[in-house]
């Protein structure tokens, strides 16, 4: 966290590419340390104890997110929409409300009626969001007003910042701010699943009778308040990590990945954003890298994997997960 600090600090000063750059040489040092907890942590592919498994017998969960740090990315959306439904893929782009850029209605509203969800990313994106609690509410009372003016239902946190807790102050169906292992990130600490997990509102659990009672209220669709939210922690390594810090240069990371979570029936769960993808040929800058390589992820799932997973939004595997994760998982948030 306190790299972190001195990191955001120094962004109005150094360049971004300094940035990247320092962050690439803590990134390759530490990855030969971490290589027996990432990108697979070990015991992580443990089901919640009463899983039943997906719907309609499917093998593995498959979730595609995008969140979008600037302009740069808000000009790619529909390039990187349209490659996706080539694939016949839907996936979920996630904007920041009060960022460099303004999320035009017609982007929101072409992503929604093509099926792909629209979330929230942060408020500002200034690596502020946790930094107090009083301040934490008056920015949840704003991230509020967003989630109810663009009908959305889940958030992600700049930079992966994560305090689960204070998040029951949005509402929320899912947050997507964690991860099984990214040992590269500000606030390192993984959740060590590959499934999603429900996080409690703490002020239901007063007795046994009424934390039954909570694990039934996610389903709930008489409008009563919801007693938690789901967390959909990512589980193959952000493009960011993969390709701009540790410079690999093909997708394989991901393919072996994509194989070990299928063999577990897990989730995988990818964070790709718009802002670094290359569509046009040659890559010219240090912060991007060629579409081609998230192209053949999706061409390697496709085909391997061809009607044994479920491609769902973030928002549906929310639903779906709310109604069946149980009380031992909830615990484990
Ligand atoms: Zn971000």
Known sequence: MLRHRIYYGLKPFVPRFIRIGIRRWFAIRKREKVSDIWPIMPASERAPDNWLGWPDGKQFALVLTHDVEGKDGLAKCRDLLRLEQEFGFHSSFNFIPEGNYNVPSELRDELVSNGFEVGIHDLKHDGRLFVSRREFSRKATRINRYLRDWNAAGFRSGFMLHKLDWLHELDIQYDASTFDTEPFEPQPEGRHKIF?????????????????AANQLPCSTSGRPRAGYVELPYTLPQDFTLFLLLREQTANIWLQKVDWIARHGGMALVNVHPDYLCFDGAVARTTEYPISRYKSFLEYVSRRYKGAFWNKTPREVAQFCACVVNDAAVNEA
């Open 196 to 212: 999603p997990f429900w996080v409690p509102a703490p002020v239901v659990r007063k007795s046994e009778a009424d934390s039954k």
